[in-house]
Each structure stands twice: as C-alpha cells, then as structure tokens.
C-alpha cells in the first residue's frame, strides 16, 4: 500500500529570513528608484573652485619662482668658485715652480758649510757676495712656503664652499621640480573642471570678464588719480604697453607674465632692478599702509602671504597679470579674490 506523506512545510524561522531579505531588497530598489542623480555643479560653483585652485597654483607659483631665483644664484656662485679655484691651482703650481727653481740655484752654489767654504776661498769678498745672495735665496724660499701654505688653506676653503653649494643647488633642484609639480597638478584640476561646463557656459563666463575688464578700464581712465612720474611712470606705462599679454606661470616677458614676472619686468624697462618674487619685492621699497596714499605705479599686494602682487593703476584699479587663462589687464582692487595688505613704493 503506497505511502501518503505531507510535504514538509518550512519552519517558522526560514520563513521570517526570508520575508526579511526579500522586504530589505524591495527597500533598497525602491531607495535606488527614487534617488536623485548626482547634480553636476552649476557654472558659479564651477568658478569658484577654478578660482580657488588658480589661487593655490598662483602660491605655488611664486614658491617656483624664488627655488628657481635660488637656482640660477646658486649656479653663478658656483660658476664664480669653481673659477677662482682654477686660477688659484695655477697661481699655486707657479708659487711651488718658483720655489723649486730657488732650491735648484742654491744646490748648484753649493752645499759646503760657509765655515769651509770661507776658510777654502781664495777670494773672500767675493764669498761674502755670495753668502748674502744665499740668505736672500732662503728669505724669499720662507716667504714662498708661507704664500704657498696660505694659498692651500684657501683653496681648501673655496673647494669645501663649492662642495656645500652643490648639495643646497641638488635640494634647490629637487624642490623646483616638487614645485612645478605642484602647480601643473593645481592648472590640470582647474582645467578638468571648466571642461565640466558647456560651450554656453564658457561663453558667459567670458563675457562677465570681458564686463569687468571694461568697467575697470574706464574706472583707470576716468579716475583722478595722480600720474605717474620717473621710474614709477616708466614702470606703470612699460606695464601698459603689454595689456592683452597672457599669463603664463614662471614667465617674466616678454611675451608672456606671471604677476611678480611682470612687474620685475615693468620697473626694469624703467632701469630699476627688484627682486624676482612677489614676498621679496614687498620688502624692496618704501611701505604704503593706506590704500589712499597709494599712487600710480606703485606695487600692491594681496592676500595675507603676498602671493600676487600688480601696479596701482589709480581710483581702485590695479594693473597686473591675474592667473592662468587670463591676459595682463586692469582690474578692481576690491575683485582680486583676497585683501589688499599694502603698497611699496620703489
């Protein structure tokens, strides 16, 4: 007689997981329906952070310019020891070649004790000629061995000096590099983000600084400021003549600028040299506090670190090479993007 088993049932437990996992599933698709995609950042929130990133490759930037003003000093120090160490190794080789043609004259006079010697001469006059031709022989051969050894210490000197600049110029050469780095890696980031925005995004974002570069040209024309005069005024017009050059980080003319680059530049046409980086220019000249005492063709600098630095250009307005992208213009000093910290005037 077959057998009439009931099929197993499955056990309270089982059921419950299940029902669990299967509610939990539902859960998260549900969530995975209804969420809303990653929002791509409008253009302004765009802006901002390429701004803040042409800030920080700006900072890097001015880092670069003085490991690279280390450099090149570095080099020509190096250069100048190296040379004097050559011409010292020469002067050596004929203080020791004199020395040895001093020895070689006395051997040839004769080693003989002067006692003897004078006691053998036929002609006594004639050796006391030649013994006081010997004590002035062996005082120049005391005098030789002195400049000799003086000369040694110093050769020794310029060569351990030569050494210790090579080590620094090797450091100053790893950091230049880590520098470059740096600022590349800042430019790339800001480049990756504005090809996040549409053609007509770009295009506004063109046109609101072409809008500010106008009104700020109008405000430099406009203004009532005080002209500039002698080295300033040479500086503030050699400047002039290279509105619409672009920026380019390290470059110092003259075709293409980075903030310092460029007003290093300036004065140079005006016969003055200041330094290479923006920090070491705002210690050159006379320091102006007051933005109302500023006068045209002084230095400005901005940010709490003085990373950039223009050309007062009158009523507000600065005259300088603002970051990547851009060219060398005249823009509000209340627009830079950090504060105003003061002027010097050179």
Known sequence: ????????????????????????????????????????????????KVDKLYEEAEQATEKYNGAKEKQEKLQKEISTLQDNVARGQEELNELRDGLGSMASAQYRSGGIDPSLQLFLSADPDNYLDKASTLDQLSGQQVEALKKIQEK????????????????DLSATRTELGNKKKEVQGKLSSAQKLLNTLTAQEKAALQQEEQRANRTSERQVLSGKST????????????????IGTPYVYGATG??????????????????????????????????????????????????????????????????????TGTNVRYESMSTIGGPFMFGVRV
């Open 152 to 167: 040694q210490r110093d050769l020794a000197q310029q060569r351990s000096e030569a050494s210790e600049k090579l080590k």
């Open 1 to 48: 007689m077959a057998s009439h088993r009931r099929p197993k049932q499955p056990s309270r437990t089982r059921v419950t997981v299940l029902t669990t996992a299967a509610a939990a599933a539902v859960a998260l698709s549900s969530q995975a329906a209804n969420a809303a995609p990653s929002e791509k950042p409008s253009k302004d929130e765009v802006k901002a």
């Open 227 to 242: 002209p500039a005069s002698g080295r300033a005024g040479a500086a503030f017009a050699a400047a002039q003549s290279k």
């Open 254 to 323: 003259p075709s293409s600028f980075d903030c310092s680059g460029l007003t290093s530049w300036a004065y140079a046409q005006a016969g003055v040299g200041i330094p290479r980086t923006s920090q070491a220019q705002a210690n050159y000249g006379t320091r102006i506090s007051s933005m109302s005492q500023l006068q045209v063709g002084d230095l400005v600098f901005f940010f709490n670190d003085l990373h950039h630095v223009g050309l007062y250009a009158g009523n507000g307005q600065v005259l300088h090479a603002p970051r």
